[in-house]
């Protein structure tokens, strides 16, 4: 017998959903595959004109004046203004490091352009065809100053200065210790060297980067409209640079095609035109076309590491002395050592290492200026990875056994690593051991031997991987950097049953909209059919910190999940009141409130939801009506996940090409949301990461110009590099957040980089030859084999 109300078997106990963990398609392809997405480029406003940017053509230059009246004589052309003119009613941006002096930019350089492409003039017309011909028409006066190009040689004596308010272009130098170094490196059998070097890289979004600015004259209130990855601190910023009150600005992150990091600060491009809608009282759209993208969006890595390991005989490593390098380009966007000190603080990796040292130098050079990119501290698994197999290639052992024998185990757990961070829940050694297990690492070895003789070069590359995911808000007080780990969200139950969520992180590709549902529909015991999800709206979403790094399951999610749960209560003390039961006695089935212990006694959660608005009268007693809750959440100080990756790459040693013939990922990101979006991201992260050792890399030449400024130049990973990638999950919960998520995204760009690379290493090693700087391109490969051969010769 069943009740007709709930479709329960009478006196069974009812079983709530769970939509956690399932595989629910996303919700949002559905708009994306049918051409109906809205991305800042489809937006077009009554009125609206478009800019454009005059570009230094010079690594370094004075700007002894800009001469507009050609240009402004052009028909269609509006305003043509300069940085010293905005500097007249804007704000510069100013960069703060603890213990390192400020940096500061205008609006658009006043005195001298840093980089080939540093945007010096704004020209805005009636449409992007006569900007750019309006661009053509500006004449500027320039004096070439030699350029700053070399990180390692950039404070040399004679070298001009990058930035004229700084004493010097070697920005940051400091040193951090753990433990004793000097007892660890004086009780050492060996002392092993190594060294890795990351190229220059950029995003390449499908998107590029775009804005489009509305004044309202009336309401003296500004509409931006871009693709920014943290709607609510892009907000701020925009205020304060332009003196508006923060409720006269609103930031709109329609879709978003591809973020990667590249869109987290306000760069100089888009406050200019904002600042440029408010002078002109218009609307004004700008998209960057690719040559700028390719030369004047932000780059990144670019940086290097250099380790000395103190090791016994018996491979057990004592202690790590590193010294890292970065160079940060002409500007800052960040502290210019945010990204390579979590490279030192991440260097130690998966293993048990007490004595620690490491030293970073940040450099300032005529190049673009640098930022993140997914995973902006992706060599640091090839960096530690690597030295492990060069100590065991010095001491003659077995690279996995000196790996396993120094690796952090469950048991080992809770772990607090040399620079203080504490591992909880990784399984790194068994996550090792499970792919070790589940590959014949005998059977290949042999198989090498025979592709040897046979002249070919086989090779095989095993990743351990620890990600970082989620930053609390201590740790930016800790690191001595302003900034906040929390995040927000609201969620309203609308009084016909239906849900509302919004939350401070900006969906970018990732699938937030399915499964930020997810977590709420769980939940609330309804559908994520149901539950209508809106992010990147600054007047509607609550204050936040956006997408960057992993942090969207275990903070974006974490906190939908948390308001959706006090919201529960709510809804739950609501129907005890009106079916006088208990509250532990209900439970929330497909949108049904039932009563555990008798099925038959039913609410539907539309009813309730009517009640909470409609008849405030029948709420309990002291109870406001509504059904509203607005949650913040604050993570740990540091979340981390874990996996492990394999490659199997052959290198042809007649042409140095790289074909990879086998890829596996062993992903532990603690409790899935939707397995299917993770696998996403793993393949995705994969792919960028192969880009990164294959065929990815920013030139410039001499004169400081970027000769890398078309994809015929700057190579992107493809169909036909990218092989089919096999994913396995392991789901270890963290003890700390909501349902144990952990949180993923930028791990498999490390494991990637790290795996990929030592392939190749590994495939090389029967020759003697070895590389030590990304890209391995086919002619850094053959360099190498020709120097191998030499030496043999020699």
């Not at 003296?220 to 304060?240: N, V």
């Not at 035109?273 to 700008?286: G, N």
């Not at 809770?414 to 790194?428: I, M, R, V």
Request: hydrophobic letters at 40%; proline letters at 6%.
């Amino acid at each position: 017998m069943t009740n007709s109300t709930t479709g329960t078997a009478m006196g069974s106990a009812p079983q709530e959903e769970k939509f956690i963990g399932q595989n629910v398609p996303r919700k949002e392809d559905r708009r994306f595959v049918r051409g109906k997405g809205c991305y800042t480029d489809d937006i077009v406003i009554p009125g609206m004109l478009h800019a454009a940017f005059v570009r230094s053509p010079y690594g370094h230059a004075r700007i002894k004046s800009i001469d507009a009246t050609a240009a402004l004589a052009l028909p269609g052309v509006v305003a043509v203004i300069t940085g010293r003119e905005l500097a007249e009613f804007t704000t510069p941006f100013v960069c703060r490091q603890e213990g390192a002096p400020p940096m500061e930019m205008d609006a658009l350089p006043v005195d001298k352009a840093r980089f080939a492409g540093d945007p010096v003039a704004c020209v805005v017309a009636v449409d992007r065809y006569v900007a750019e011909d309006g661009v053509d028409l500006v004449e500027v006066d320039w004096e070439v100053l030699p350029p700053v190009l070399d990180m390692y040689h950039a404070d040399d004596a004679g070298m001009p200065l990058v930035d004229d308010k700084l004493p010097s272009n070697m920005h940051t130098r400091e040193s951090r210790s753990y433990g004793d170094i000097e007892a660890a490196f004086a009780a050492a059998d060996r002392v092993v060297k190594a060294d890795f070097r990351t190229q220059r890289l950029t995003h390449v979004p499908i998107e590029t980067r775009s804005v489009v600015a509305v004044w309202d004259d009336g309401r003296e209130e500004l509409t931006y409209y871009g693709a920014a990855q943290t709607a609510h601190i892009l907000r701020t910023t925009l205020a304060s640079r332009l003196s508006l009150s923060e409720n006269k600005v609103r930031v709109i992150s329609p879709d978003v095609g591809g973020g990667f990091g590249l869109k987290l600060p306000l760069f100089r491009e888009e406050f200019t035109v904002s600042a440029m809608a408010m002078r002109l009282k218009r609307p004004i759209k700008w998209v960057e076309d690719r040559l700028e993208n390719l030369t004047a969006s932000n780059h990144a890595r670019d940086d290097a590491v250099s380790v000395e390991v103190a090791v016994k005989n018996d491979g057990t490593i004592l202690g790590v002395r590193a010294d890292l390098w970065a160079d940060f380009g002409a500007y800052a966007f960040y502290p210019p050592s945010y990204i390579i000190h979590v490279v030192g603080w991440l260097l130690l990796g998966a293993y048990k290492i007490d004595n620690y040292e490491y030293t970073i130098n940040v450099a300032l050079t005529n190049k673009c200026p640098a930022g993140t990119l997914r995973a902006p501290m992706a060599i640091v698994t090839w960096a530690t990875d690597g030295m492990m197999h060069r100590v065991a290639e010095e001491l003659g052992l077995d690279p996995y056994e000196v790996r396993r024998k120094n690796m952090i185990t469950l048991d080992d757990q809770p772990y607090q690593s040399a620079p203080g961070y504490l591992y909880e829940a990784l399984t790194l050694r068994e996550g090792f051991d499970q792919t070790l297990a589940e590959f014949d690492i005998q059977a290949f070895r042999d198989a090498q031997k025979r592709a040897s003789r046979e002249g070919r070069l086989i090779g095989l590359g095993i990743a351990s991987v620890v990600e970082p995911t989620t930053y609390g808000s201590a740790w930016y007080k800790a690191s001595g950097d302003d900034g906040s780990g929390h995040e927000a969200a609201t969620v309203k139950l609308e009084p016909t049953g239906t849900i509302n969520v919004m939350a401070g992180i900006v969906g970018t590709g990732q699938g937030y909209e399915t499964s930020v549902a997810q977590v709420v529909a769980e939940a609330l015991g309804s559908d994520p059919a149901n539950v209508d999800v809106r992010l990147g709206d600054t007047h509607i979403a609550p204050y936040g910190m956006g997408s960057r790094g992993s942090r969207g399951a275990a903070a974006g999610h974490g906190v939908a999940y948390l308001a959706a749960m006090d919201l529960r209560e709510k809804v739950l003390k609501i129907a005890a009141h009106l079916l006088q039961r208990p509250v532990e006695s209900l439970r929330i089935v497909k949108g049904i409130i039932i009563a555990t212990d008798n099925p038959g006694v039913s609410l539907p959660l539309a009813e309730v939801a009517r009640i909470a608005y409609n008849d405030p009268t029948s709420l309990p007693e002291g109870m406001l009506p509504g059904l509203e809750i607005h949650r913040t959440y604050d993570p740990p100080f540091m979340t981390f996940s874990n996996a492990t990756h394999l490659c199997q790459v052959e290198v042809d040693p007649g042409t140095g090409g790289v074909e990879i013939s086998k890829y596996r990922v062993l992903e532990d990101a603690g409790t899935l949301i939707n397995p299917m979006i993770v696998d996403g991201q793993v393949h995705g992260g994969v792919a960028l990461g192969i880009g990164q050792v294959l065929l990815e890399e920013i030139h410039y030449d001499e004169q400081g110009t970027n000769i890398t400024s078309t994809l015929a130049d700057y190579l992107v990973p493809t169909m036909d590099t990218v092989p089919m990638i096999e994913v396995e999950h392991v789901e270890t919960k963290n003890p700390n957040t909501p349902n144990g998520i952990k949180g993923m995204a930028e791990g498999p760009v490390q494991g990637a980089v790290a795996c990929v690379a030592l392939a190749i290493q590994d495939a090389l090693a029967v020759t003697g030859a070895r590389l030590e700087q990304l890209p391995m391109t086919p002619s850094r490969v053959l360099e190498a084999l020709r120097e191998s051969r030499g030496c043999a010769n020699a």
